[in-house]
């Protein structure tokens, strides 16, 4: 059986998907800055928010896996409490750059899925500058162009996310000739590390009343399953979507009632 590799395993929604695909039996990859404390597979340190820390992270897997991976699931992500350009370099450049660097090694029927979030809700509108930014060839001039731009450095962890949105459909079309899918998960406030630095980012109280909306904060036993369920064969005409876990907040907030 080929592996799956998996981002942000020492943590939150990656440890807890890890979790589940082992207890299916299916041997694991998992790439994280951080050493996990509890992790059955592979463990690669590497440093996703770098070209070289992707290449790295890349290689590694190569050696680890020379007959091919089954999978990949892009759970690695920082709040925006961070630098607006590691935001965008690991959220966006993460995931593109490791995908690119992978494709190689997933066959036919394998599934890629990528983190966005609930909150990249209105995300048409900023579908062509996300496009521009996302698919840029060149990153650090991407980084460059925007650096003059409120709508994006202000709000660099809500970009980061409109851009995976389009960049997952954007490589789940460039990717349908080799048979890989391309899937993301979008979910609402769910109780991990990350979720106080969403709240010094986005507002105590915004956190905490989106919380109170939904009489409780995701855990991410309601996540991992839905990544699993887009690694798998059984959502194999699933391809090129988003698939929102959020306990109901978006359609909440687009329906007028909010
Ligand atoms: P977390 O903070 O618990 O885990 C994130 C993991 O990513 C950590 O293990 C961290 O070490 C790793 N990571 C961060 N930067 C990295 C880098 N440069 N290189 C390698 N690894 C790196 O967060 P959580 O909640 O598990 O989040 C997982 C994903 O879900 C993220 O992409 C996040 O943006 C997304 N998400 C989370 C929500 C939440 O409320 N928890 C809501 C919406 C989306």
């Given at each position: 059986q080929l592996p799956i590799v998996l981002t942000?395993?020492?943590?939150?929604i990656g440890a807890r998907t890890a979790r589940i695909l082992t207890s299916r039996g299916v041997p694991l990859i998992g790439i994280d800055r951080n050493k996990p404390t509890e992790f059955s597979g592979t463990f690669v340190q590497a440093d996703l928010s770098s070209q070289a820390g992707i290449d790295a992270a890349a290689a590694a897997v190569a050696d680890a896996a020379p007959n091919g991976i089954a999978g990949l699931a892009n759970i690695a992500g920082v709040p925006g409490t961070a630098p607006w350009r590691t935001v965008l370099a690991i959220n966006v450049f993460g995931v593109r750059g490791l995908v690119r660097a992978l494709a190689p090694l997933l066959g036919e029927g394998t599934a890629v899925v990528n983190l966005a979030s609930?909150?990249?809700?209105?995300w048409r509108e900023v579908k062509a500058k996300c496009a521009a930014f996302a698919l840029a060839d060149d990153q650090a001039s991407a980084l460059d162009s925007v650096a003059g731009d409120d709508e994006v450095t202000g709000e660099s962890y809500l970009f980061s996310k409109q851009c995976v949105r389009v960049l997952t459909e954007h490589l789940a079309a460039e990717l349908l000739p080799q048979r890989i899918r391309v899937n993301s998960v979008s979910p609402g406030?769910?109780?991990?590390?990350i979720l106080e630095d969403f709240k010094k980012d986005h507002g105590r109280d915004k956190v905490e009343g989106a919380g109170a909306l939904l009489g409780r904060f995701g855990d991410p036993d309601d996540i991992a399953p839905v990544i699993d369920f887009l690694l798998?064969?059984?959502?194999?005409?699933?391809?090129?979507s988003d698939i929102r876990v959020d306990g109901g907040l978006g359609a909440y907030r687009g329906s007028g009632l909010a």
């Open positions: 942000g395993v020492s943590s939150g609930s909150v990249a809700v209105n406030p769910v109780a991990t590390p798998r064969p059984e959502s194999g005409w699933v391809n090129g």
